[in-house]
């Protein structure tokens, strides 16, 4: 992580030396601020568009997918926009903008076809093993259904699973398929 950072402060301290020495410190500042604010312009009405199509698809009117990969791209370019930098800066124009994402969309939809199989595999053995019961009411219909004052308050019907029926590989007890 050390070495990330020390990369990304190379490589900004290169771009701003690299265009400071072409157009001067002036038109470098200017340069960064004029950034900046566009930056700021495409967050707030890109922010809406992203959003608007994420609307659309919970309702069928679009693919989920182009509209969760289209959110992502522009998540990740509007944090590129507050991270300090001229590269960065350019990095979050390029991906605030709608011919960008559209570009990168099947970039980010095959990087998630390949990650998210992984990750549900690794997160199987954190799912918490489901009981199926059902909860009976004992009394007779015409009974007040208020909180009983005698007798047994609760009564659990269900099957008693055998330890004996553990899987070592999942570590837990076999779980129901959804």
Partial sequence: MLALFVLYVVVEVAALVAVGSALGVLWTVVLLIAGSLVGSLLVRSQGRRVLDGLR?????????????????????????????????????????IPPTRWLLRPAVLWAAARWLPRVAASTRRMRPTVIDG??????????????????????????????????????DFPKPHR
């Fill in 56 to 96: 659309r698809a919970s309702q069928g009117e679009r693919s989920a997918e182009g509209a969760v990969a289209d959110g992502a791209l522009f998540a990740a370019g509007s944090v590129a926009m507050f991270v300090p930098g001229l590269v960065t800066t350019v990095v979050g124009l390029l991906l605030l």
């Fill in 134 to 171: 059902e909860v009976l009411d004992d009394r007779a219909a015409g009974e007040n259904r208020g909180p009983r004052t005698t007798g047994p308050s609760l009564v659990l019907e269900g099957e008693v699973i055998d330890p004996g029926r553990v899987d070592p590989a999942a570590g």
